[in-house]
């Protein structure tokens, strides 16, 4: 990995700073498979707490409930049992920001003070979001709620009722997100099931490096939501088998689909005969499971999870973009008039992507979605001012729109997110429209381009050093994978499972880091043909253990569906 003459993986040298798309950010995409999810979740968990305040006549409290309701949007890919923890830590982080926010909200009326804290809550956001890897929509819920807490009249002796509201509708955000699990428990695990299917009825079709990688992401997100249920069940284990043929990937792509089909639906998980290794896989996932249930695994996690927030992560430099991004954007706008700039925090505050061009994307879609949705709220807002009922039908139909829409493009969600927040504002009374409207460009603009500012020129060398981590890993895991295989008759098929399962996943991180490193400005050169080598022998060596396993062997299967050790050889 050196740039010596001799080095067999030369590095290719690349532009510090690449062009810049303008078109194929706003290109739609399909929506998502689970768009309806968090879409009908956010309406449920808004409309009781919206209606009960419109029945008590105390719609201005709707800010500190709609902070509890937001976090229903969290946590729709998991599993149940993991679901109903993140959405708690959610609950618990949107009040703990919430409550930062409404102290010195009470404590100080300094817009310096107020935005400096804003950017720092901002930045404690994103770190551990990203730390944890919580998905969408992230960090941006919080801040939007923290950053408007602050700018909004507050007393001390206020605060503890409202957190209480926010903790109220946080726990209806609950129950509504893990109340289907009383429906179909294992929804999640089987929609996560059915994508590892078709990604690998795709790459049979169409062998190639794309297809490659879809297919062991989407097997390894399989075996990750697996891994995350909890107790073993018999659609499970049935979800465990099906997860085996996508591995191997040696059925007919139509049968694959046709098996996604069916276990997305809600009939009985298909149950094809079993695939090589097929009992030595269960019998390691099952292992697999244990050991990270233990104090040990769980100690491992909090490990990592330390290690991604301490000194030398990569994360840091996108948490230090935010601090700086959303304090410019917020001294400039106050700088310029705006007495409430919090807009302008949570618009600089949305566009930190992993990387310089995603973060640039998102500047596009938010600019764009955020000046249109200006021109939808203005064209609401007298229907939203004929009483409160339309006002709050209006926010909730626009909550609707904002999660239904967002997984086309970013920007055509924005479009309806903008007329929410606006509408909001109307609650704890009216406003002048053109006021509303002004301020609105102002914040949008000036946070765009002070955040993206602050994105060209906070640079982050950590990504190209996180590309050659995950190289030395990946080696490491295909050499572990392959001695599995070679010592497969002394240590048992399981080890080699597991070791091929360890090996996807250093995959995965590796394309991700390759991929953010590659969009990253400022960077030193990547070893792409290291990456590109790297890559095929892990694929290849995926294949080769999988189709040569050898015929199955029968794992004993003791009470309630645990599974015992097999014996060293593998033999039933």
Known sequence: ????????????????????????????????????????????????????????????????????????????????????????????????????????????????????????????????????????????????????????????????????????????????????????????????????????????????????????????????????????TPVRRSLERLVVHAETALSDPDRLR????????????????????????????????????????????????????????????????TLIGCALAGYLCAALGVGRPYWAIVTAASLYQANTTLTWNRTLQRTLGNLLGVLVFAAVLPLSRTGPLALVLCCLLFSFAAEALITRNYWLGSVAVTPMALLVLEFGGTHPAGELVGDRVLDTVLGALAGFLAAALVTNRRAAGRVERALEAAAQARTDAERAYADRDRTGPAGLDRARRALTARLVELREAADIAAGEWWQRALPEQELLAAERAGHRTLAATAQRLGPPVRAPETRRGAVAPAPANGAA
């Open 258 to 321: 046709a098996w996604a089909a069916l276990t997305r639906a809600r009939g009985p998980v298909p149950e094809p005969p079993p695939a090589p290794g097929t009992a030595a896989e269960l019998y390691g996932i099952g292992a697999e499971r244990a050991s990270l249930r233990a104090s040990s695994g769980r100690r491992a996690a909090r490990r990592t999870l330390l290690r991604s927030l301490g000194p030398g992560s990569h994360l840091l430099p996108v948490a230090v973009r």
């Open 1 to 232: 990995m050196s740039d010596t003459p001799g080095d067999p993986s030369p590095r290719i040298r690349q532009p510090f700073a690449r062009r810049l798309p303008l078109a194929a950010p706003l290109r739609l995409n399909r929506p998502s498979d689970t768009w309806f999810k968090p879409a009908l979740s956010v309406v449920a968990a808004s409309a009781v707490p919206h209606l009960t305040l419109l029945a008590l006549g105390r719609l201005d409290l709707v800010m500190y409930t709609m902070a509890g309701s937001l976090c229903a949007l969290y946590g729709h890919g998991l599993p149940y049992a993991r679901r109903a923890r993140t959405v708690a830590g959610v609950v618990l982080s949107m009040t703990a920001g919430l409550a930062a926010a409404l102290v010195t909200a009470s404590l100080t009326h300094s817009t310096a003070v107020l935005v400096a804290v804003g950017a720092l809550l901002a930045a404690t956001q994103k770190a551990a979001c990203d730390a944890v890897r919580i998905g969408p929509p992230g960090h941006v819920i919080l801040t939007f709620v923290s950053s408007a807490a602050l700018f909004a009249p507050q007393r001390l002796g206020q605060v503890p009722a409202h957190l209480a509201l926010t903790l109220g509708a946080g726990a209806v955000a609950w129950l509504v997100c893990v109340g289907p699990a009383l429906i179909r428990r294992e929804g999640p695990e089987r929609r996560a099931v059915a994508r590892a299917l078709e990604a690998a009825a795709d790459r049979v079709a169409e062998p190639g490096p794309r297809t490659r990688h879809t297919a062991a992401a989407a097997v390894h997100g399989a075996w990750q939501c697996l891994l995350a249920s909890g107790r073993p």
